[in-house]
């Protein structure tokens, strides 16, 4: 895969708005609910508004992804949680649905210290993809490339926006959704498809 420079792979699609939902009433909680609790895997990944002070803390995260096969499903996390702590904790906390997505550490710590949730049953795919031999961990870019012979777009500028306004823009909101659907898909992939020993 490294002989073919990036920008000559084709670009990864990603999930569709139309595909997006955020979880803002009691009926979402519901929905988003029962769909993630009928899940076997789900795709995982949180954002928080960057800090840039030297010693700030983190008040993240701000936004919380979960992912089905067909359905991103995004929470806000702001004065008050407690419609999506309905949804976020049996399922986090599930020992039967097993949570999949890319560098966890950060977004497990701050779930716990922000919202008391301890997530089970967790796989980082950023060291269970590593081939034998690498050191690194290994990012949804790279994966992507490996897995599916794609570019995933991975903008700076959305990375580092504020994840904590009450209104994310719809870059904002297919971008999370991403994170956490691709992780998913690249786990069906490496499963279905397991590397050669």
Do not use: C
Not at 28 to 54: M, N, R, Y
């Amino acid at each position: 895969m490294n002989s073919v420079p990036e920008d000559a792979l084709p670009p990864y699609a990603g999930i569709a708005m139309a595909d997006v939902r955020l979880v803002k009433s009691g009926e979402d909680a519901a929905a988003a609910l029962a769909a993630l609790s009928q899940a076997d895997v789900i795709g995982f990944d949180t954002e928080s508004k960057p800090t840039f002070a030297k010693g700030e803390e983190s008040t993240g995260p701000h936004l919380v992804q979960l992912a089905t096969d067909d359905t991103a499903w995004l929470f806000q996390i702001g004065a008050d949680a407690a419609t999506a702590l309905t949804v976020l904790r049996p399922v986090l906390e599930s020992a039967s649905i097993l949570k999949v997505g890319f560098g966890l550490g950060d977004d497990l710590r701050r779930l716990r210290s922000k919202l008391g949730i301890e997530a089970n049953n967790v796989l980082d795919l950023s060291t269970a993809l590593r081939r034998r031999g690498e050191r690194n961990t290994l990012g949804a870019r790279t994966a992507v490339e490996r897995h599916f012979g794609q570019r995933l777009q991975k903008s700076k500028r959305i990375t580092t926006t504020n994840w904590a306004l009450p209104r994310l823009s719809e870059k904002q909101i297919l971008y999370a959704a991403d994170d956490a659907h691709v992780a998913l898909r690249i786990y069906r992939h490496w499963r279905a498809n397991p590397p050669a020993a």
